[in-house]
């Protein structure tokens, strides 16, 4: 995923695949449902 992609995801243009959220949690090291703004 590129700056361009992370930017419109980030201001709502673009929403976020089942397998992108799962490759965002690892990178940031955060859990998906934390991610999804669910109660960890």
Excluded: Q
Excluded at 19 to 28: M, V, Y
């Amino acid at each position: 995923m590129d700056r361009a992609a992370v930017a419109k995801i980030e201001n709502d243009l673009r929403g976020v695949l089942d397998f992108e959220l799962k490759a965002l949690g690892k990178a940031l090291n955060a859990d998906v449902r934390w991610l999804l703004g669910e109660d960890v």
